[in-house]
């Protein structure tokens, strides 16, 4: 190994993060609620546009202070919002380069663009007009699990097509798991399933077994009749409007596995995360997408050895530090065996698996962050452990 | 209306417990189950504990873990093949009726029958205990849930479906049945997504007013002396763009018990009662005993107990 092969472990990670947010024209940014996707999409949106991208940040459901000091409280504006002055106003105050790209964010407004996606799918306005009334689509609409997770594809989609920007990073909307979004597209595609689509429509299929008989008439008795009409009405919409619904969805899943999209998983350093992880990462491999980055946010242990005052780890918060530390730290060491360590050398760093994920943490802070100030601190705070668990600033 | 205590949600039939992700609503929702089924004297309550699709359970059966304690990880396939079972009553249709493939398409891919099935099996299993807690999945969905008994309500014009769908809905109102414990963290964002839970949950249930619960509460610490040392006259004024990124654990410990404080105003402005659980936490304790010291702490501030509730 050569002098200059060693290089510092952070700078090494950094380095690595850097190549991630070149390389990529897309990242998704997953992970469970309350993890702090928002914050980590927003820092690297920064770090992006310092770097020289031109980025968009779109969040579904940021924190309202967050929002409003993005400049994005009027929710629902739709469009990208050009935030580089802002950010260069801080960058400015706090002494250091300006930005070398450009910083944009965009909240879509959900409700607005499936309605909208309906307008654009449906043929006629007539059908359009059927389906928005139909009581099956009202609900469809609001509450669908995996419609929120549809929309931010969708949007996805649209914005690659404009070719607008180098870098998206899509914060996914909250849901109870990081892989809701990768499934929501399968579960509506169930949905609009053409074969049940096609039997509910077509009138020549109707000739009916006598399963399919009995069924029917347990159906009509369960639900008391008025369902049966709501549903064959409802059906025959979607079948004028499935196969182009299906169209995007495929190239949306198309996208997701080129080379231009890397995926971000964030969670808390915690032991269960492993299992997570795990998870998630089996589940990208089998449908040929790729894990850049498991961020774990909210780390404490790289404040360690800094000192304190005498009494401080004799008092409950001084012990409950401690403990959160410890128990960081082993997580921290069970991660590394998972995700790709590598620092040793530049030429091997190069080299990572792609299967395997660069694993960063992102400290604890000690305030919500809810301005441009604040996320320049966290995208300049990306850590990467050493292989027994250790982080330092 | 204001907000029932925890004690007074918990004498009801079926509690729901529910907040942002993340807020620790399944070690809650389990604790409280424990500690209702824990021995009192002459007080014996058989309780159900349900989780929602927890892929860390085996899906599907009631299964007994103590004397009066019992566990149910709830599976949607499950509850609808059981409901359309108990409805058609003779056993031949019913497996046709499920294994039919259109109708498979439509209980799996319809939207809301998932969350209705759901729903449905909790009400009907308060029919065996005497207190069903259910571990209802974070606001969105678990709102979706209760949205789904309403949809249905409107969609069906008859039929057992729609009647059920009716009376789930009246015992989801009724102050005497049911009760909902919204749980958050001393953060910004569960802690003002509760106050929208509120608003909804009130939305659909005007008559049933939900308690509130924030969890993990940072140890109270003392910061004068610490702080009285490390605070030179001017060091504020030189100072007006901090990093957000703590510089020791002592100073995360000051900002965080400060932060917390800033945060809870969130709801003491709008006069929101709400009870407090301490941040329990030992990395070298097993989930069993996070259970235990957590069931503990909820009797000492007097859940359980109508005496220890009137003290505070």
């Given at each position: 190994m050569t002098p200059q092969d060693k290089v510092d472990l952070s700078d090494l990670s950094a380095l690595q993060l850097d190549a991630i947010i070149k390389k990529r024209k897309v990242l998704v940014v997953a992970g469970t609620g309350g993890v702090g996707k928002t914050t980590v999409s927003s820092a690297l949106g920064i770090r992006a546009a310092i770097s020289g991208r031109k980025v968009v940040v779109v969040t579904i459901d940021p924190a309202k202070r967050l929002a409003t000091s993005l400049g994005l409280e009027s929710l629902g504006l739709d469009t990208p919002q050009d935030l580089t002055d802002a950010l260069n106003l801080h960058l400015k105050q706090q002494g250091k380069p300006l930005c070398l790209g450009q910083f944009s964010a965009l909240i879509?407004?959900?409700?607005?663009?499936?309605?909208?996606?309906?307008?654009?799918?449906?043929?006629?306005?007539?059908?359009q007009e059927q389906v928005v009334r139909n009581p099956i689509y009202q609900i469809f609409a609001k509450e669908f699990a995996g419609t929120n997770e549809y929309m931010a594809l969708k949007k996805l989609h649209a914005l690659v097509r404009r070719a607008e920007f180098d870098l998206i990073i899509l914060d996914t909307p909250p849901s109870r798991n990081a892989l809701s979004f990768l499934e929501a597209p399968t579960l509506l595609s169930r949905f609009f399933e053409e074969r049940f689509v096609r039997w509910l429509v077509v009138p020549a299929n109707r000739i009916l077994s006598i399963g399919m008989k009995k069924s029917l008439s347990v159906l009509e008795k369960l639900t008391g009749g008025g369902f049966m009409t709501h549903l064959v009405d409802f059906a025959t919409t979607l079948f004028e409007v499935q196969t182009r619904f299906t169209e995007t969805l495929s190239e949306v899943t198309e996208l997701l596995k080129s080379e231009d999209v890397g995926f971000c998983l964030v969670s808390g350093p915690t032991p269960d995360t492993l299992s997570e992880l795990e998870v998630f990462s089996k589940t990208l491999t089998a449908k040929e997408m790729r894990f850049d980055v498991a961020l774990i946010n909210r780390c404490l242990s790289y404040l360690k050895s800094q000192p304190v005052s005498p009494s401080f780890f004799a008092s409950p918060a001084g012990q409950l530090t401690l403990q959160i530390c410890a128990r960081e730290t082993q997580a921290l060491r069970?991660?590394?065996?998972?995700?790709?360590?590598?620092?040793?050398?530049?030429?091997?760093?190069?080299?990572?698996?792609?299967?395997?994920?660069?694993?960063?943490?992102?400290?604890?802070?000690?305030?919500?962050?809810?301005?441009?100030?604040?996320?320049?601190?966290?995208?300049?705070?990306?850590?990467?452990?050493?292989?027994?668990?250790?982080?330092?600033? | 209306m204001t907000c029932p205590s925890i004690f007074e949600i918990l004498t009801r039939k079926i509690i729901f417990v529910t907040g942002k992700g993340g807020v620790g609503k399944t070690v809650l929702t389990e604790a409280i189950a424990r500690g209702l089924a824990a021995n009192r004297d002459g007080d014996e309550k058989n309780v159900l504990?349900?989780?929602?699709?927890?892929?860390?359970?085996?899906?599907?059966?009631?299964?007994?873990?103590?004397?009066?304690?019992?566990?149910?990880?709830?599976?949607?396939?499950?509850?609808?093949?059981?409901?359309?079972?108990?409805?058609?009553?003779?056993?031949?249709?019913?497996?046709i009726f499920t294994q039919n493939k259109l109708m498979k398409y439509l209980s799996q891919a319809a939207p809301g029958i998932h969350e209705l099935v759901l729903l449905g099996k909790v009400w009907f299993e308060r029919n065996h205990f005497d207190h069903v807690v259910v571990d209802m999945p974070s606001t969105g969905y678990g709102l979706a849930m209760f949205h789904s008994a309403y949809n249905f309500r409107k969609l069906f014009s008859g039929g057992p479906l729609y009647e059920d769908a009716g009376a789930m809905i009246d015992s989801f109102s009724s102050a005497r049945e049911s009760g909902v414990i919204i749980a958050a963290l001393p953060e910004e964002m569960p802690l003002r997504e509760a106050i929208e839970l509120d608003h909804f949950l009130l939305e659909l249930f005007p008559e049933n007013r939900s308690a509130f619960v924030v969890n993990r509460c940072f140890p109270e610490f003392d910061l004068t002396d610490a702080e009285l040392k490390r605070k030179s006259p001017h060091s504020e004024a030189q100072q007006p763009v901090q990093s957000p990124v703590p510089t020791s654990l002592e100073d995360y410990a000051i900002k965080r018990t400060k932060l917390e404080k800033q945060n809870l105003k969130i709801w003491a402005e709008i006069d929101l009662l709400y009870s407090s659980i301490p941040y329990l936490l030992n990395a070298t304790l097993s989930r069993d005993s996070l259970i235990t010291q957590l069931t503990a702490t909820m009797e000492t501030l007097g859940w359980f107990t109508a005496q220890t509730a009137r003290l505070k």
């Open positions: 879509p407004d959900t409700k607005k663009t499936f309605e909208s996606f309906v307008a654009a799918l449906a043929p006629t306005a007539e059908i069970a991660f590394n065996s998972f995700a790709s360590f590598s620092g040793v050398s530049r030429q091997t760093a190069e080299k990572r698996s792609s299967e395997k994920p660069l694993l960063l943490t992102l400290p604890e802070l000690s305030r919500d962050v809810h301005s441009i100030e604040d996320l320049i601190h966290v995208a300049d705070a990306f850590i990467a452990p050493s292989a027994d668990g250790e982080i330092s600033l | 504990w349900v989780t929602i699709e927890d892929p860390a359970y085996p899906a599907g059966e009631v299964r007994a873990l103590g004397d009066r304690l019992s566990h149910l990880n709830c599976d949607a396939t499950q509850a609808f093949d059981e409901y359309v079972g108990m409805k058609i009553g003779i056993p031949t249709l019913a497996k």
